[in-house]
């Protein structure tokens, strides 16, 4: 009762918090020197055109009229207007790049979480190893550089020095898309028993996702191995192989639990972040995603879609942080006996 | 009854401040790793500040072409090659320091102050509606990962390394304020802030003399620790063609510039990004050394 209290009051602030990310961004975008139209349909266009687009897009509109018009249309009718670069509905536009963003999103958090906790995990247990040293400095890089760092130096060893990945875009030319089910070509292809463009597809994620997922990665290698080691040390530990416990049930069953709330607390938030990580990664690989999309409306100032796209990202950021809380509540019971004390 | 005035404690003198220092860097070069970061720290300022002098060719840093020695790889004369338009990237990539160092120095200059206040009066005043107001709205700005903000604010300004600087700034005051609400909400409730209270000292004396003290050594391993991202941030709009313009060097557009020509000419991208990543890490593992020296807790 208390928790589904507690997670109804998140969702409704969540609301508020998407209503003021919504002004926010109505006003960045409304403030843009220069006629959005004109810049639209170019130098050359007739002033009645312009004139037109204008009333389409009610820019003869004060702006709190035009949020006022924004909001309605979205309620009432999911409408995000027409993006002025696609000549097309947001939404669809959305709908149409969501899906290679999120595929892109899904490898690289799994690879990111895998790898990243596995590290933590293996030197935590093998303190001093060589693993251990290797996580040390992999997180110092891992989190110094920037992903279009990585991008950059993985096109520069595997597009050329030792061409064996694919460097631009999301399935090479001569290779049909699968049968749109889910949007994602890995998927579909799989769904369909197309093994060919299933490994052609997997092959252009590989350099985008791991370049994407390093940041998070050393990140949660250096957390799951110092809050790993913390434990080990605790009385409990002490405690439970004084008993006979074998060490391999004390790891697994009891360890592996505690130590990765902080872990998990800051993982998925991470993993939400690749969305934003992918408006430079998405453009340096041309892949043809939400990110790119975001990227290429916010350079060509195309007024709704840079407010489209940035209401999906900041809904899905904000319902991350609220999964969060009700994951870590979940695994620590201690967290949630305070909130009920409270 | 007499009323007295009551006497403050005097702040701390300078002998009691060296001390304090002494002690801090001690803690802090028990650590070796710290110590190399800090001596690259000194040596990336050293090399900002000091780059016409130290650039072997302090001309290319601007609109200078020269297309006899274009595209050279890396040689005695040129380390780290030139580019297309025959400018040693060396020299380039060590102008391009000082816009890095820059954004640093002026978006953590910015965004301390103005998060710190916002922090400090929505803390001290928690359960208000102040408090209210002024953490929903720092809630908005934190509703989307820095980098995106950032990205749509600069995009609308006119493109420049202070309006890059200004748009970081819009996306990073709410983690001071943040920081500063949870500090200011918990030392309110001390008692020491409660004597003050009954003495009869004023909202600002309390706030910035007897608050904000204790809040300094969390704002300062913040700062410390930020430094990198900020760079991070700095070097990804600029890859993007949001920062520096041309022909100003900017590492980030250095890099883009050179990724066009890859893998032929990859000299022109890969130093200026091998030194995005010098810099972040010797600012991360100097911001480490003073979160170890500044965190009381220490075996």
Redesign the interface.
Known sequence: MNMVFFILRRLA?AI???F??SI??FI??R???GDPARMALGPRAPEYAIENLRKQMYLDKPIYEQYYIWVKNFLTKGDLGISLLTRRPVQEDIKEFFPATLELVIVSGIFMAVTGILLGVVSARYRESWVDSFTRVLA??G????S??WL??F??LF???WPILPTVGRLSRGITPPLHITGMFTIDSLLTGNWRTFWDALLHLIMPAIALAMGGLSQAARITRSSMADHMDKDYVTLLSAFGVPNRSIFMKYLLKFSLIPTISILPLDI??L???G??AE??VNYPGLSRY??SA??N?DLNA?VGV?IV??AI??LVTILIDIIVAYLDPRVRLIRRAT | MEVRKMKMPKAMDFSQKWDNFKRLSHKFSRSRISLVGLFSVVIIITLAIFAPLIAPYPEHAGAFVDYAHASIPPCREHLFGTDIMGRDVLSRTIFALRGALLMAIGVIGIVTPIGVIVGLVAGYNSGSLVDTILM??S???L??????LA???A??L?PTLFNAMLAVCVSWWPWYARLTYGLASSIRNETFVQAAQVIGASHFHIIFKEVLPNCLSSIFTKMALDV?WVI?IG??LS???LGEQPPTPAL?TM?AD??RY??EL?WV??FP?LV??WM??SF??FGDGVRDALSPEEA
């Open positions: 602030l508020l918090v998407l003021g990310l926010l961004i960045i975008a403030v843009i020197p110092y890089f989190i110094a550089t920037p279009f760092v950059v130096l096109i520069l597009g050329y020095v939400a972040a969305f934003a990580n408006f430079i453009t340096v975001g990227m916010i350079l100032k840079i940035i990202l900041g950021y904000t | 929903r709205i809630d908005v700005f509703a989307l990962p820095s980098l995106v990205l749509a604010v995009a609308v006119r990198g991070l070097a990804s890859f993007v063609g980030g890099v050179g990724a890859l893998p990859w991208c890969v990004a995005i990543v972040i890490l991360n593992l």
